[in-house]
């Protein structure tokens, strides 16, 4: 039988996702680290069900109908589906990089996830202390992104910096000089964006080369997603990401 299912705790080796389309990702990404799936009794059974019930039997994953598990950890009751997977690690690879210096947002990290896999970056470093990446809360605003995005956690950028030596680093700040439209990423190259309500300390000025998104003076800073889209935009080569009419490529997107 499945293990009872929790309330989620940081300190805890096991997680859950919250949703249909993220328990799906799961189960086609890390398989091998899930130890249940459990069912509302009220999920419609529809292609998708089909599929997520396929998976589990192809995996040999227990799947449940278990109504405690949602009063527990969805409350709220617009989740039909929950997993539950063990905790792993994963090892960045020597390519560009994302970098976040004590994240404090699980919704904005989730988001994040989602937006740089969305421009093809995988590697995503975090300086402690910081968000929990297997918090609920990131896993479902990542829309399950999560599980094929490597996110490695560092004690501090020094250590990040001694493994990953030959990275072109890239501190955004609000005082920097060079504005994002003139600044040119040379590969490897690690973007790099402080915490949501204080930035980055000033120190990295003298190690990184500073950029500073332009905005109009309406506001003090953009919201650290936001930021973060941008400078994916601007840094990945569009040609990277052709232009294909809807209904043509599903690499097209609305934004919904």
Request: proline fraction near 6%; charge should be neutral; include cysteine.
């Amino acid at each position: 039988m499945p293990t009872k299912p929790t309330r989620y705790k940081h300190k805890d080796s096991i997680s859950y996702t919250l949703g249909k389309t993220v328990t799906m990702e799961l189960l086609l990404q890390k398989p091998k680290t899930v130890e249940a799936v459990f069912l509302s009794a009220e999920i419609e059974q529809n292609e998708n069900t089909v599929k997520l019930r396929d998976l589990c039997v192809k995996h040999n994953i227990p799947i449940e109908i278990n109504e405690k598990a949602f009063n527990i950890l969805s409350p709220k009751g617009n989740c039909f589906v929950i997993g539950m997977f063990r905790k792993y690690e994963a090892q960045l690879l020597n390519e560009s990089h994302l970098l976040f210096v004590n994240p404090s947002d699980s919704g904005n990290m989730g988001t994040i996830i989602r937006t740089a896999l969305g421009f093809g970056i995988k590697n995503i470093a975090i300086i402690k202390p910081a968000v929990d990446i297997f918090d609920p809360k990131t896993i479902r605003a990542s829309m399950g992104a999560i599980f094929k995005v490597n996110l490695e956690y560092f004690d501090d950028i020094d250590t990040y910096r001694r493994k990953f030596f030959a990275h072109n680093l890239y501190a955004f700040m609000l005082d920097a000089v060079k504005p994002l439209q003139k600044a040119n990423f040379s590969e490897p190259y690690t973007l790099i964006f402080g915490n949501e309500a204080s930035g980055l300390p000033s120190e990295f000025a003298d190690f990184c080369e500073t950029v500073v998104i332009p905005h109009s003076n309406e506001i003090d800073s953009l919201n650290l997603p936001i930021a973060v889209g941008i400078s994916l935009y601007s840094a990945r080569s569009i040609s990277c990401f052709p232009f294909n009419p809807p209904g043509e490529s599903s690499h097209f997107s609305s934004g919904r």
